[in-house]
């Protein structure tokens, strides 16, 4: 079997998805000496208008892929969402990386569930739901308190339905689309965790510190670095992490969210192969960022030492959050990032903030 291909500065990378995840991936790829071409049906995307090129296109466009993947040297993907035939296509003429394999998994929550468990790794309780019937048994099997999560097309709570003992079963379904899902049983959790971990073509893995996660709305608030969790925690975390990367054979980036409960038991809750929100403080408080990690897996390079040399706090912004730009822009020890998107919404994703302090640990 030929080694895997390493791709050289000045080479070119193919980047599925024109989002925040991929414009910063973009600007860390083009510091290593690479270009990137991003492929999107997005018009005036976030990444798109920082790369090298684009392709505005649909993702069962074949003949699209086809020029796309002529004009490429390796393909990663910056969120998950991907039909699985296009990464098969693509797979069939160059190197995807990371692979078919963790996007499907990571694409459904039950795949994810059953690969995780299957692993000996806990979640918490489940129960795969294709229907009303469905949920009224998983109900009565796990109990009255717990969330339905949409099987596929879920994040940053989209898709999901609080369930406590009044809620009326035949709404949360409704909630959810009347399609397939899981019901998890509520944890009653001391912490959220994430962990997220780069993985060569060599097979070898590096996870940055374990970063504690402050949700609101059921999106990232605000991210701590280091968690505030016990040191044996957080080696359980990250060895945790790099098991599934193992598990997985990811080469590129992978992130594993978490739970830590009140016993001190660690429970994954999900995991996405890519950059992730979890992940930003490392532009600022790392001696290499995510990003760059991620472009130096996806093209074969060595991976760089994920030390870091903060303690840190990072905070997003989303919709009108992003109108204080001048005020954010004149603190002093603000390190601000701003994606770029034309219009502030509700619950859209407009930037970040990172301020730093020295490192206590």
């Known amino acids: ?51 090298a090129s684009a392709t505005v296109a649909a993702y069962d466009d074949a003949d699209a892929l086809a020029r796309f993947a002529g004009a490429v040297d390796v393909v990663t993907f910056e969120f998950e969402n991907i039909p699985f035939e296009t990464v098969q296509m693509l797979e069939k003429t160059l190197p995807v990386r990371p692979g ?60 999901q339905a609080r369930i406590k003992p009044d809620t009326p079963l035949a709404e949360a379904w409704s909630e959810v689309g009347e399609e397939a899902a899981v019901f998890e049983g509520f944890v009653d959790f001391a912490c959220e965790i994430a962990v997220v971990v780069a993985r060569g073509i060599d097979r070898s893995a590096r996870a940055f ?31 945790t992490s790099i098991a599934i990367a193992d598990a997985l054979d990811v080469v590129g980036l992978i992130t594993v969210e978490m739970f830590v409960t009140r016993d001190d038991e660690v429970l994954v809750n999900e995991m996405a192969p890519r950059p992730h929100n979890s992940g930003h403080w490392t532009q600022d408080g790392c ?28 905070k997003n912004l989303v919709g009108d959050d992003v109108a204080d730009w001048k005020t954010l822009t004149a603190d002093p020890a603000a390190c601000v990032h701003l994606y770029g998107k034309r219009e502030a919404r509700p619950g859209r994703k407009m930037g970040h903030v ?5 490192k206590t640990d």
Request: glycine letters at 10%.
């Open 209 to 239: 510190d374990v970063t504690e996660t402050v949700q609101a709305n059921h999106m990232l608030d605000r991210a701590l670095v280091p968690a505030r969790i016990a040191p044996a925690i957080a080696v359980a975390a990250r060895e």
């Open 287 to 314: 001696v290499v960022s995510q990003f760059q990690q991620f472009v130096r897996a996806v093209a074969g390079l060595p991976l760089a030492d994920p030390a870091r040399h903060a303690d840190i706090v990072m």
């Open 1 to 51: 079997m030929a080694p895997p291909r390493i791709i050289a500065p000045s080479g070119t990378i193919g980047i599925l998805g024109g989002g925040q995840l991929g414009r910063m991936a973009a600007l860390a790829a083009a510091e290593l000496g690479y270009d990137c071409h991003i492929f999107t049906p997005e018009d005036d995307s976030p990444a798109a208008r920082v790369a």
């Open 354 to 358: 990172t301020w730093l302090k020295p």
């Open 100 to 159: 078919w394999e963790p996007l499907r998994v990571a694409q459904d929550r039950r795949e994810e569930k059953r690969f995780l468990n299957g692993q000996g790794i806990p979640t918490a309780p489940w129960v795969n739901v294709e229907s009303l019937a469905d949920l009224e048994a998983a109900v009565g099997e796990i109990g009255h308190n717990g969330v339905l999560k949409s099987a596929r097309h879920g994040y940053d709570g989209k898709g």
